[in-house]
């Protein structure tokens, strides 16, 4: 079995500054992704970020990184130079062999102006 | 052009009726799946397709039926509706069976049960 664990329930940062939202996970498998959804109030599901398990490099894409930890098996996101836009739900997931994709409850996000 | 279409978006009926939900994608993807979002925003597979045969069929009632016409359209039946049905429905897709983390989600159809 796979698990997520996303413990923090909500952030708030202010705009312009950097946060980091914190993912754990549990698997038996050696090949494995990991991802960040964003889910704004519209709920249009979006992928933000992916990082493949047997890469070393943490991935990257504009103003969000991760900071992948496969020992401690955590994989959290760094979003930098917050937006107003970045305001939103962000689930951490899993997926691997059994191609089952498992999430994470989720964080709610606010960007303080 | 919507990638992932959901219809309806809202659905609002009684206890004890029978729904569906349709979904259509126009990637040419060969994997469709239906996630439930519970008023937590706990999101959790129900179903898996590739190329219209079923792969994942998590602990679900058997109430919920999936059906796959063809590998652009999947289906959601839901028979004897129960309050406890109340959930945000996503569909997605995905070009192989193992790119769920890449699939391309629909809007979602809120469907709540009265």
């Known amino acids: 079995a796979q698990t997520v664990t996303q413990s923090q329930p909500e952030m708030s940062v202010q705009e312009a500054e950097t946060v980091t939202l914190s993912c754990t996970y549990d698997?038996?498998?050696?090949?494995?992704?990991l991802f960040w959804y964003k889910q704004p109030p519209s709920r249009q599901m979006i992928l933000v970020i992916r990082q493949e398990a047997y890469k070393q490099q943490n991935a990257t894409e504009n103003r969000f990184s991760v900071n992948f930890q496969k020992a401690a098996k955590s994989f959290s996101l760094k979003i930098s130079d917050s937006q107003l836009g970045d305001a939103a739900m962000y689930f951490c997931a899993l997926t691997g062999a059994n191609s089952k994709l498992t999430f994470g409850k989720g964080i709610t996000l606010s960007v303080r102006p | 052009d919507t990638a992932v279409s959901q219809t309806p978006k809202y659905l609002v009926t009684q206890m004890g009726n029978d729904k569906s939900i349709k979904c259509e994608q126009n990637?040419?993807?060969?994997?469709m799946y239906w996630y439930k979002q519970d008023s937590k925003k706990f999101l959790k597979i129900m179903f898996s397709y590739n190329n219209k045969e079923l792969i994942i069929n998590e602990t679900v009632p058997n109430r919920f039926s999936p059906k796959s016409p063809d590998k652009a359209h999947l289906n959601l039946h839901i028979n004897s509706l129960e309050l406890g049905d109340s959930a945000v429905y996503f569909c997605?897709?995905?070009?192989?069976?193992?790119?769920?983390?890449?699939?391309?989600f629909g809007q979602g159809t809120r469907l709540t049960v009265v």
């Open positions: 990637l040419g993807h060969d994997t």
């Open positions: 997605a897709s995905s070009q192989y069976l193992g790119q769920a983390g890449e699939a391309f």
């Open positions: 698997t038996s498998e050696s090949d494995y992704y």
